[in-house]
């Protein structure tokens, strides 16, 4: 969708209403309270010149919510804004002192940053580290811009909040003008461009430090960790979005779980993890005792069994994660099986509790079991497989027959 100025029923007339919503300035948040107002007038008079029940004026209306939705935001903010705070191209910057044991640099000059001596200001959202002075000329805009986002126009390029699941998706220099994919600084030699393993771009020397990370797309398709150069901005990104669950394996790399024995066994711990929910929602004693918020750190994990977050697959990778989902299902587990409550939703395999005086009590987690994919009752492995159905749907349907055949007497 383009912006709303480039709508023909708009006309020549009101196209300085709508400057402010060019991709460029509606991108920095600080944008004057003003200039929303004046836009917000401008399309409320181009919402009314198209035609209606067009898609054109319901594009128009969307943008209009988005626009009363960002003078709020500027309404409230000298509220909540702290003192000292500074907005720049989607920044959010606030002064203090940067405790690091290292030596770190200016994001955007490379100088030695001496908290100590200078005021140093970071980013709230990315941790751009910027001297005082800096603040005033940046170049790279927020790579968290995303998560303030009022605008579905606003193109947020590699730093969407998703992650490129493509190796090295590599541009030539000649497709990028010979020019620094970020600073537009033109190349004098190819030497001086520097290739970002995870946008596929060249940077300058400003823009790309030869910083290392592991890559999503190496990890997701070859299970390759190895640390690769990455531009500035991508780090940053990559460093904020880490631990978001935004890698879906099953869709990506299904045969993954296959290949690799550590996804594999990671994968079946969290399907038990998800049978084990079931019980601890119900279970007043568990909900008393909080157990689930055990998982507040991984909360994606009693959500649903395929989505990973970068942090979770290089944990998998070191083995760290295996240990610690094996001791959250030990705590879970010791509950379901000491608790009354729990105990009493537990399952005896129909099969064989006829032949058999040992009725062992069964849960959907446990090994060697098998769960009925449709009344969801569990038996042994061995012997569910060796019955041409589950004696439970079966017994269901008898007695659904049953019932109908006596209604059916009873109209007669």
Not at 4 to 31: K, R
Not at 97 to 102: E, L, P
């Amino acid at each position: 969708m383009s912006s709303v100025g480039s709508y023909e029923s708009s006309g020549e007339d009101f196209s300085e209403d709508y400057e402010v919503l060019n991709q460029e300035s509606f991108s920095n948040t600080s944008i004057d309270f003003e200039d929303i107002q004046e836009a917000i007038l401008g399309v409320k008079r181009t919402i009314l010149e198209t035609e209606v029940s067009s898609q054109a004026r319901k594009d128009l209306v969307h943008k209009l919510i988005r626009l009363r939705i960002k003078k709020e935001d500027l309404e409230n903010r000298k509220y909540f804004q702290l003192p000292g705070e500074l907005e720049s191209l989607g920044h959010t910057f606030l002064p203090g002192d940067i405790k690091h044991t290292r030596v770190v640099f200016c994001d955007e000059c490379g100088g030695t940053l001496w908290h100590l001596l200078q005021t140093i200001y970071s980013c709230k959202t990315c941790s751009h580290l910027v001297h005082a002075q800096c603040v005033n000329s940046l170049r790279r805009k927020c790579v968290g811009a995303f998560l303030n986002n009022f605008d579905d126009d606003e193109e947020y390029g590699y730093f969407d909040g998703s992650l490129l699941f493509r190796i090295c998706p590599e541009l030539s220099l000649a497709e990028q003008n010979f020019s620094c994919a970020e600073c537009s600084y033109q190349f004098k030699q190819f030497g001086e461009a520097r290739l970002c393993d995870y946008t596929g771009r060249s940077y300058c020397s400003n823009c790309h430090w030869g910083g290392l990370s592991p890559s999503p797309a190496r990890i997701v398709h070859n299970w390759d960790f190895t640390p690769q150069a990455m531009s500035q901005a991508a780090l940053q990104y990559i460093n904020m979005v880490s631990k978001k669950p935004l890698v879906n394996l099953e869709q990506i790399n299904p045969s993954l779980n296959a290949v690799i024995q550590e996804v594999g066994v990671v994968a079946r711990q969290r399907k038990q993890l998800l049978s084990m929910k079931k019980y601890l929602m119900v279970c007043r004693i568990a909900q008393e005792e909080r157990l689930l918020t055990q998982l507040h750190e991984k909360q994606h994990f009693v959500d649903t069994a395929n989505m990973y977050s970068l942090q979770d697959l290089i944990d998998i990778d070191s083995g760290s994660l295996t240990q610690y989902l094996e001791a959250k299902l030990a705590i879970f587990q010791g509950h379901i099986t000491s608790c009354v409550l729990c105990m009493a939703k537990s399952f005896v395999c129909e099969i064989c509790v006829d032949r058999t005086t040992n009725k062992d009590t069964l849960f959907p987690f446990d090994e060697l079991v098998e769960v009925c994919a449709d009344c969801e009752a569990v038996f042994h492995r061995d012997c569910f497989r060796s019955c041409s159905q589950c004696p439970r749907c079966s017994r269901k349907k008898e007695k659904k027959g049953d019932f109908c055949s006596v209604f059916t007497v009873g109209i007669n």
